[in-house]
């Protein structure tokens, strides 16, 4: 069961249409979301931001948790009934909050570029801006 090495984990991170999300709070509770993601700074960053799909709240736990507990993973996988062809990347960090300036709208642009629905209606949020610490993967025997 090969493990990938970091540029096969980037690629198949960066040719994935989502992701989620893994924060933690200072005690150590886990909280995962569903998440659309851009890679910026030569795969050394990810970056998503909250947009305006509906929230039951504006005060987000994942937020939240960053202030407390930067450290987070990003994780993509494909799932197949044929075994075979199974894989999953991860990616640890250290995730920050960006509320404006000039780094976060280059990061909205790489969104806009990747997500037409994020060209047509520019994420107003806060951005997550995370700095890639460790990259791991794995793959079945055929993927």
Known sequence: MPRLDEPTCRERLAAARHAY????????EPHVVPITFALVAGGDELVTAVDHKPKSTTDLRRLRNIATNPRVSVLVDRYDDDWDGLW??????????????????????????????????????????VAVVRWSGWAAAGA
């Open 21 to 28: 999300l893994a924060t933690a709070d200072g005690a150590g």
């Open 88 to 129: 999953w990347v991860r990616l640890d960090g250290t995730a920050t909050v960006e509320l404006s300036g000039s780094r976060r709208e280059v990061a909205l642009d790489a969104l806009a570029a990747r997500y037409p629905q994020y060209a047509r209606r520019r994420p107003a949020g806060p951005l997550l801006r």
